[in-house]
């Protein structure tokens, strides 16, 4: 079944995204668009040639607002970086403006699409999102820690030498400065991870102790890292957007960490964060809620709040 996907900013994540989408055959059709027309122009030539090297046919085109017509899924990536002595705050109100003015133009001609939010702040960009636009709650997606869950997955797997396929841990809240991890849910190859070096029984290897406090630093400056050594992240975020797109057009629900609306799940209501959830070819189906510690509860909580906080000091 043919898709179409528009990708709205055409910088180092937009056109990694719509790299991708080629590359991975998930799209028969993906517009890109970016007030820097030439840039987009030039982002969907280069993808283009290569096309008829690719396993699936695709049409991949610089295009407008209107050209976003029928889309499947529109990916908002468009968004400036926090600028040296620039506040949260700051930099918030400057992307929320962005996202404003988008969101008038291509809801217009986009109506029934799915929305993928991953410009920064994700989790205040998604909630103001759905508040101005009115679109479904169901269709509205930050991509929220769903990278995060993929970097502490992958230092796991690291230490324990085995399948990142295995480890089931996961990021919870705010994609930023709040989030924390809940160990007590934590398995891999379905124990608790806190009962690993008993359970596990390597026949001719060394089992490490896990540095939980390293994993978890590991986990928050892996993008700082990956910054300052070459000037932006985009191929792993690009990777987990084009994975929400696959969940989008698949058959079954996926479980997965993305920020969306919160209705009261561990007393938490009315702002946009990342729990396990229920995601499929109907958009937000619903929440996973494990049980946590009264301390992991805490910690979502204070999340949940911080990002409050924010959303009430800006002009939406």
């Known amino acids: 079944m043919s898709k179409k996907v528009t990708i709205v900013g055409a910088g180092s994540v937009g056109s990694t995204i719509a790299f991708m989408m080629a590359v991975k055959g998930l799209a028969s059709e993906v517009v890109l668009i970016d007030i820097n027309e030439a840039k ?75 929305y993928i939010i991953v410009s920064n702040p994700v989790d205040i960009l998604t909630y103001v999102f759905q508040k101005v636009t009115g679109v479904s709650e169901k269709k509205v997606i930050g991509s929220g820690t769903l990278l995060d869950s993929a970097r502490l997955r992958s230092r796991i797997a690291e230490y324990l030498n085995v399948s990142q396929k295995n480890v089931h841990a996961y990021v919870f809240g705010e994609h930023g400065e709040t989030s924390f991890i809940p160990w007590s849910i934590a398995q891999v190859s379905t124990i608790d991870l806190f009962d690993y070096k008993e359970l596990i029984k390597f026949d001719n290897k060394q089992m490490v102790d896990l540095d939980y406090d390293a994993i978890e630093k590991y986990m928050r400056t892996s993008g700082s890292k990956v910054i300052q050594r ?69 910690k979502l909580r204070y999340s949940a709040d911080s990002l409050k906080e924010v959303i009430s000091k800006i002009q939406m």
């Open 40 to 114: 987009a122009l030039g982002e969907a030539l280069d993808i283009r040639q290569g096309t008829p090297l690719c396993d699936t046919p695709i049409s991949i085109y610089a295009g407008s607002y209107a050209d976003a017509k029928d889309s499947d899924v529109v990916i908002i990536t468009s968004g400036v970086p926090r600028k040296p002595g620039q506040t949260r705050i700051d930099l918030c109100q400057t992307n929320v403006n962005i996202l404003k003015s988008i969101a008038s133009n291509i809801v217009e001609h986009a109506p029934n699409a799915y």
């Open 230 to 298: 070459k000037g932006a992240t985009f191929y792993a975020i690009a990777i987990s957007v084009c994975s929400i797109c696959e969940y989008l057009f698949g058959a079954v629900d996926v479980v997965t960490t993305v920020s969306t609306m919160m209705h009261g799940e561990y007393g938490i209501e009315d702002v946009c964060l990342s729990i396990p959830t229920l995601l499929g070819p109907n958009g937000v189906e619903g929440k996973v809620t494990p049980k946590l510690t009264d301390e992991e509860v805490a």
